[in-house]
């Protein structure tokens, strides 16, 4: 048969405290699943991508504008999240902090962004330390930073002609963004 309202609120009434536990026992295992959890922390440094020597050549005379180098440098920005995950990048990094292990574990705590229509270049690390998440992006996005301008120069002479410089260094974080 059919159980009316009435039928439904007399069950509820009679046995109330079963939504109760239940809705207890879930909250207690959810602040038991987090206190076991390790907080991690998230650290960004950002970098400014510029390229003061691009030259155009027209002719015999070489033209180069503010608005020609920063047309070439956002050209190349949105590929250089990439290189992030490299071990040209990533073994520095791991000798400038001392630290135990692989260019590939590495890579694995850290991302490089290139905000849409801009310049910049963001590398964040992740760690249970934030001291040693805010190292790491800082480390990272120097040696990001090295690999980009040795990949761009073709002219030894000349030097790169895209120049990375970290106008925000990572600090380490106050709160854990986990759990």
Do not use: C
């Not at 020609?68 to 999240?81: E, G």
């Amino acid at each position: 048969g059919n159980v009316d309202l009435q039928q439904l609120v007399a069950a509820i009434r009679h046995r109330w405290y079963l939504p109760v536990i239940t809705v207890a026992l879930a909250m207690l295992l959810g602040i038991g699943w987090m206190a076991m959890q390790t907080p991690m922390y998230q650290a960004t440094a950002q970098s400014f991508i510029s390229s003061p020597k691009v030259t155009i050549k027209k002719g015999d005379v070489a033209a180069g504008t503010s608005f020609q180098s920063a047309a070439y440098a956002a050209s190349r920005v949105s590929t250089y999240p990439d290189l992030i995950q490299g071990p040209r990048v990533l073994e520095p990094v791991i000798e400038e902090l001392g630290l135990q292990t692989t260019p590939a574990a590495l890579g694995g705590s850290l991302t490089a962004d290139n905000p849409e229509r801009t310049v910049l270049l963001e590398v964040t690390a992740v760690h249970s330390s934030p001291a040693t998440a805010a190292a790491l992006a800082n480390a990272a996005s120097d040696s990001l930073g090295d690999e980009i301008e040795r990949l761009e120069t073709t002219n030894e002479e000349l030097g790169p002609p895209i120049v990375v410089g970290i106008t925000k260094p990572a600090t380490p974080p106050g709160n854990p963004y986990f759990p």
